[in-house]
């Protein structure tokens, strides 16, 4: 019974161990001083440099958020373009602490990766664009098509289930990169080009004619995109899961990046905890007291980031459509901070 006992409570102590072992990211982020984000090579709306390398974007300002919440400077970050096939690596090794960059929910890449994701921060769908002059309005008239993908996404699976489906034959064109597709869909070398629908939008702005391009009107596909972090760090976990959670959340209290400082200051139960005034839950996650507040600051809330990045305020004028918030018929919904 005392060896039973005993090795029990090395097992206990060795577990222990190992979680406060892996609990290093925070650490690891903190003493390097900056915020290592795994996004995309450019895609406008999700993650896209300037001409002087300044990024934006709704998975770029995830990052921003993160990093204003540890260090309350959302400019210490370093933004790592990864293509669709370098994206997990990256993850995986360490190079990136984040990694938010347009990527699909599925199962076999929550269970396959050694990742963990951490929310829904854009729901979207498959879609097809092609030029205006061929002449077609439905994707049910694409029999025969030659289709423009990229390797490495669950775009391939997604075309070839909606074609067998509805008993269409079609040529498939695969590219390594984004942009290398997009080129070669202008260029003429194949009739369609396939994507996330909000990615559809985004590349079209890219064509030196946009306006003779447009986007049919079937979704094929779901496409929940969100921020990855590794197994084994339930803190770094939390913090990214939070952040966006926050975002939601301040937007669902009306608490913009025009107004957090006076919203902190009401006697509301509410807006007290999520703002820091009571309570302890940034302490929890490992961060100060008011984390909300920084973020915020930083990003303005979900509805800031989203019209700034891909809708009214954006080129793209993408409808909030499911991702509005729940309460005004979309599917963006935050646990509350209590």
């Not at 006992?5 to 060795?14: G, I, N, S, Y």
């Not at 990864?82 to 599925?106: H, I, M, P």
């Not at 391009?213 to 094929?220: D, F, Q, R, S, T």
């Not at 800031?304 to 729940?326: C, Q, T, Y």
Request: proline share 4%; aromatic share 8%.
């Amino acid at each position: 019974m005392k060896r039973v006992t005993l090795a029990l409570t090395l097992a206990l102590a060795a577990g222990l161990s190992a979680e406060a072992a892996d609990a290093q990211t925070l650490k690891t982020v903190k003493d390097r001083g900056t915020l290592s984000c795994g996004v995309s090579q450019g895609l406008p709306g999700f993650s896209s440099p300037d001409d002087k390398g300044n990024w934006t974007g709704i998975d770029v300002d995830l990052c921003r958020a993160v990093a204003a919440a540890i260090f309350n400077d959302p400019t210490k970050i370093k933004f790592v373009p990864l293509s669709a096939k370098d994206r997990f690596t990256a993850l995986q090794s360490g190079e990136v602490d984040v990694l938010s960059r347009n990527t699909t929910w599925t199962i076999s890449r929550d269970t396959s990766l050694g990742a963990n994701f951490t929310g829904v921060t854009y729901y979207d769908g498959q879609g097809f664009m092609v030029k205006k002059s061929l002449k077609v309005n439905s994707a049910l008239e694409l029999n025969s098509a030659s289709v423009c993908v990229q390797t490495g996404t669950t775009t391939e699976q997604n075309l070839a289930d909606y074609f067998k489906a509805n008993n269409m034959k079609y040529e498939v064109i695969a590219f390594a990169t984004n942009d290398e597709t997009v080129k070669a869909y202008e260029a003429g070398r194949c009739d369609v080009f396939t994507t996330d629908q909000s990615g559809l939008y985004a590349n079209r702005l890219k064509l030196a004619n946009p306006n003779d391009h447009m986007v049919l009107p079937e979704i094929i596909s779901k496409e929940p995109l969100g921020p990855m972090v590794r197994h084994g760090d339930d803190q770094w976990f939390d913090i990214v899961k939070w952040t966006l959670f926050a975002l939601v959340t301040a937007e669902e209290l009306g608490v913009t990046s025009k107004n957090v400082d006076e919203k902190a200051k009401l006697e509301n139960p509410e807006l007290k905890r999520v703002l820091g005034t009571d309570g302890n839950f940034g302490e929890q996650l490992g961060l100060t007291k008011d984390w909300v507040v920084r973020i915020v600051k930083a990003t303005g809330n979900y509805g800031e980031v989203f019209d700034r990045n891909v809708g009214a305020g954006s080129p793209l004028a993408i409808n909030r459509g499911l991702n509005n918030l729940w309460n005004k018929g979309g599917l963006q919904y935050a646990p509350p901070i209590r």
